[in-house]
């Protein structure tokens, strides 16, 4: 993973320019008021879902194009996998795979109760698994096309969920602490 220092910045900071642009220029003409922390947690779903877009479809510079395809559509299969290579001292390979598809998703969880406090826990678990389908998708249309080598995982799907729901978890039970300390 250590492409994830070679982010395209000036593509984030391009998109940036472009969205804060546009939307100031609409929050002007529809005559709405300008809430600075609510354009900055935009700014930051965006810069995250594009840094997401990067480390999960594009291909890491190590990559090597492959005509395999991987496909895993049994649930935990890979999951235990890692977890046995985990418990014979394969620590880093393991806790990468594990621990990253899982961590990696957290911060989506935290921006969309950021961005809609209200989001039912069900819509969170929606946007989570389908987000990670379409990722998973994307991964294995791309491998078939020999563009990219990746591979499609039923558990990438369960692990990035889980990453989804956990950072939903955080900001919920923040918030409570936050009004019961309120009171």
Known sequence: ??????????????????????????????????????????????????????????????????????????????????????????????????LGNTAVFVPMGILLVLINSKISFKKMFLIGIGTSFVIELTQLVLSSLNVLSRSFDVDDVILNTTGVIIGFAIMKIGMFFIKKKKL
């Open 1 to 98: 993973m250590h492409y994830i220092n070679a982010l395209p910045v000036y593509f984030i900071l391009l998109s940036l320019v472009i969205f804060i642009s546009i939307r100031f220029i609409v929050l002007k003409k529809t005559g709405q008021k300008i809430i600075l922390l609510q354009e900055f947690i935009y700014s930051l779903w965006i810069i995250y879902m594009e840094s997401l877009l990067y480390l999960t479809v594009f291909p890491s510079t190590d990559a090597t194009r492959s005509d395999w395809v991987g496909i895993n559509l049994i649930p935990f299969n890979t999951i235990e996998n890692y977890l046995f290579l985990f418990s014979q001292g394969g620590i880093s390979v393991a806790s990468v795979n594990l």
